[in-house]
């Protein structure tokens, strides 16, 4: 069945740096939605991208979907430590309500 | 509050026990679906809902039965499960159209002992 992977699963940064979570599936997708879960909580939509090769912006987050539709990265600028928390990316195929969740990067701000 | 409320927020039961997890969606989205959130492993599907007709059954054990009522109300009931059970069980609505984000619950944190 279809598999979305995350590099790290975990990743220290001291606030101000920049962090890069990256996603890879095992299939094409229709389009790739990313999440982040705070620690105790539950997931929240951030994006969805649709477009082979888009990239989108929100503050300090960018958002880009591979040309071939099979990847798809994050980057945060000068993180903070609302930062905090498990991001995930998950893909979905065409044509169907089925959002696989990859297996997330957790990411932990030092003040 | 998130649009998509669940209960119990935490739940202990014996393996002999039968409970229902509830979860209520006031966003008015026709698609509802049921995820597993174990430490260490991906949020896993279990159930998807599309207009009150199950439309994935993610080869999850017989042990966990979902039932849609409506398209506002998703519950699972939960019958002789096993240690292994234990997990945070997320809700999830969205309006069923490719593409459309998710709104999640607060989830039912299960622990079975």
């Known amino acids: 069945g279809q598999q979305v992977m995350q590099i790290p699963q975990y990743q220290h940064v001291q606030e101000g740096e920049d962090f890069t979570t990256y996603c890879n599936s095992s299939?094409?997708?229709?389009?790739i939605q990313w999440y982040k879960q705070r620690p105790g909580g539950h997931p929240v939509f951030l994006i969805q991208l649709v477009k082979s090769g888009e990239v989108k912006k929100q503050k300090r987050l960018t958002f880009q979907f591979g040309e071939a539709k099979k990847n798809s990265s994050l980057h945060i600028t000068a993180t903070q430590t609302t930062d905090v928390g498990t991001y995930f990316c998950a893909g979905m195929n065409t044509g169907f309500q089925k959002l696989v969740f990859g297996t997330g990067t957790r990411l932990l701000v030092s003040p | 509050e998130t649009g998509v409320t669940q209960t119990p927020r935490h739940l202990v039961m014996g393996m002999t026990n039968k409970k229902s997890l509830k979860c209520e969606q006031h966003l008015g989205h026709n698609a509802m679906y049921w995820y597993k959130q174990s430490a260490k492993k991906p949020l896993e599907l279990m159930f998807v809902?599309?207009?009150?007709?199950?439309?994935e059954n993610n080869s999850v054990p017989s042990r966990f039965s979902p039932e849609c009522p409506n398209s506002s109300h998703l519950f699972l009931h939960l019958h002789t499960l096993q240690p292994e059970d234990s997990a945070l069980y997320l809700c999830a609505s969205s309006q069923g159209r490719e593409g459309d984000g998710y709104t999640f619950g607060s989830g039912t944190r299960l622990t079975v002992v």
């Open positions: 299939t094409t997708l229709s389009n």
């Open positions: 809902y599309s207009l009150e007709e199950r439309v």
